[in-house]
């Protein structure tokens, strides 16, 4: 059975950081493509981080530069690391995995929609 359940949320002031962690089970996150999304309110999903199973990374053009995705393959655990946070990252962030989902590993939330999710965490940045 696949499970993904995320951790780490919190409120942090600007310019300060967070580490998300989403434990997986039922599968091997270092043979899938895994993703961060998130969503504010009144706002629709978008994505934030993806790592294929080669270890490319892809991100969001405003998450360059001050977020970073890696994976622990022996815990099974995929991690966000936020840095730089401002008030416009204030959202709930949400794990992803495309579980036996082929080559595609890119951000567009059509393509993760029917794949797994978490439950996700908040993140809330006050300026």
């Known amino acids: 059975q696949v499970q993904l359940v995320e951790s780490g949320g919190g409120s942090v002031q600007a310019g300060g950081s967070l580490r998300l962690s989403c434990a997986a089970s039922?599968?091997?996150?270092?043979?899938?493509?895994m993703g961060w999304f998130r969503q504010a309110p009144g706002k629709e999903r978008e994505g934030v981080a993806s790592i294929d199973s080669y270890g490319i990374t892809t991100y969001g053009d405003s998450m360059k530069g001050r977020f970073t995705i890696s994976q622990d393959n022996a815990k099974n655990t995929l991690y966000l690391q936020m840095n730089s946070l401002n008030p416009e990252d204030t959202a709930m962030y949400y794990c992803a995995a495309r579980v036996w989902g082929g080559t595609y590993c890119g951000l567009t939330y059509r393509s993760w929609a029917t794949y797994y999710w978490g439950q996700g965490t908040q993140v809330t940045v006050s300026s």
């Open positions: 039922g599968f091997r996150v270092s043979s899938n493509c």
